[in-house]
């Protein structure tokens, strides 16, 4: 498959789409995850990155929310490649939000006592 450029596409910082890049260090994802966790900033690598988010968080639920704002991300870059749509933290943040309260639906609720209340500070 022939593809144009192996850049990042969520900035403009001209640099190889990595995954520590386009989930961690890319000012897309950073601000992000600044939507979560307002002290976040970008470590050396993935399990860095995942262990200073856990600590942020501090809810039993952190992979939960690591996976569905990395999911967002993923899902916003996949728009803007394969339908042209232009990718922005309002639309990556609804995304989140969307998946996040199907998550909720769908847990158990007596392991994730303190969901409700946190997924009322994002609405
Ligand atoms: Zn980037």
Redesign the pocket.
Known sequence: MDVPSYN?I??D?N?L?KRD??FFH???SKTCWRYLCPNFSAKQNVHANVSHIKEELSVPFHVEIMTLCAWSIWKTRNDYISNNVIPSFYRCRRLFKEELNMVFHRSKRKKYVNFETWISLFR
């Open positions: 990042c969520m900035c910082e640099v789409e890049h386009l890319c000012k897309f």
